[in-house]
C-alpha cells in the first residue's frame, strides 16, 4: 500500500496524477505505474514526474489537483492532465465529489477527516503553515478554480516596438540597470486577463450574446438586436474590466480620441508615462 502525501481533505476527488521530481531515486520505480484505488473515490492515480516536486519537502511526492490551484494548473498544462474541479462557484462540493455532493467545503473536509479516521486509513493531522489567500473586503478563504475570462493578446502590443525602442537607445532608463527588469518583463508577458466577476459594478466587458441563435459580438454602443439574426432576446456579459484596463480608457474618452487634439498627443504621453512611474 502507498501511503498519501499530505494534502487538503476536501480535494481528494481533484488530484488526477501523483507527481516525483525525476531525478528521485526513493520514487524511480513508480514513475509511471498507477497508486492503489483512493478508499474517497474509485480512480486509480497515475504517478508522473515534474521538476516543480522539492525533494526535501514531506514525502517527497505531491498530489497535483489542476482544477484548484495556479502552481497545479501549469503542471497540468504540461502533462496533459484532466481539470477535475470538486468545489463549485458556490463553494459547495460538485457531482464529482461522490457522496460529499452539496456539502459546503468546511463541512466536507470534517466528514472526510470522521470517515478516513473510521475505515483506520488516517496516518496523523499536523498543523502546516502556509499562504491562504483571502478576499480583502470580506476576510473569505479564496478557493481557485478554472473560469472562462477575457483576455488581451500581449505579444502583438509589446512583442516588437516596445523592446526596439529600449534596445537601440530611443527610450532609456535611469538608472540604466533597469532596462534589464524591462526587457525580462517584456520578453516574459502573458496574455493579459482583463476581466472581473465584482458585484460592486465597474466598466462591462462590451460583448453580448444572443439567446436565439447563440451569437458571440462585440459593439460599441448598446445594441438592440444581434446582428446575425435580428433577434432582441440578447444578454451582455456580466464581468467587467480590470481597474488598471478602466484606468487607461479614461485619457481616451476624456482629450478627444480618436480625434488628433492637444490632448491625444502630449497630454496623453505624459499620463502614461505617470501611470508607468
Not at 513508480?30 to 514531506?58: H, M, N, Q, T
Not at 455532493?101 to 472526510?112: F, K, L, P, S
Not at 479614461?250 to 508615462?273: N, Y
Amino acid at each position: 500500500m502507498y501511503r498519501s502525501p499530505p494534502l487538503g481533505p476536501k480535494r481528494c476527488w481533484a488530484t488526477p496524477r501523483l507527481l516525483s521530481i525525476p531525478g528521485d531515486e526513493r520514487f524511480q520505480d513508480l514513475i509511471g505505474k498507477k497508486s492503489d484505488r483512493s478508499p474517497l473515490v474509485d480512480r486509480e492515480v497515475p504517478i508522473v514526474a515534474d521538476d516543480y516536486v522539492d525533494p526535501k519537502f514531506g514525502t517527497g511526492i505531491v498530489k497535483i489537483t489542476p482544477a484548484h490551484d495556479p502552481n497545479d494548473f501549469e503542471i497540468g498544462l504540461r502533462h496533459n492532465l484532466p481539470q477535475v474541479q470538486v468545489i463549485g462557484l458556490d463553494a459547495a462540493m460538485t457531482d464529482e465529489a461522490g457522496k460529499y455532493a452539496g456539502q459546503d467545503r468546511y463541512e466536507c473536509r470534517r466528514q472526510i477527516v470522521s470517515d478516513l479516521e473510521a475505515m483506520g486509513l488516517l496516518v496523523k493531522i499536523e498543523d502546516h503553515r502556509h499562504a491562504v489567500g483571502q478576499c480583502y473586503r470580506c476576510n473569505t478563504v479564496v478557493e481557485p478554480l478554472v473560469s472562462k475570462q477575457w483576455f488581451v493578446k500581449m505579444k502583438p502590443l509589446a512583442g516588437g516596438a516596445a523592446i526596439k525602442a529600449v534596445e537601440t537607445g530611443e527610450i532609456r532608463f535611469v538608472p540604466e540597470r533597469f532596462s534589464k527588469h524591462y526587457l525580462h518583463w517584456m520578453e516574459n508577458l502573458r496574455d493579459w486577463c482583463i476581466s472581473r466577476q465584482l458585484w460592486w459594478g465597474g466598466h462591462r466587458i462590451p460583448v453580448w450574446y444572443c439567446l436565439e441563435c447563440g451569437e458571440i459580438f462585440a459593439a460599441t454602443d448598446d445594441p438592440r438586436s444581434a446582428p446575425k439574426c435580428q433577434s432582441a432576446e440578447i444578454e451582455q456579459d456580466p464581468d467587467v474590466l480590470d481597474t488598471w484596463f478602466s484606468s487607461a480608457l479614461w485619457p481616451f474618452s476624456t482629450l478627444g480620441w480618436p480625434e488628433d487634439t492637444p490632448g491625444t498627443g502630449t497630454l496623453l504621453s505624459h499620463i502614461g508615462a505617470c501611470d508607468r512611474f
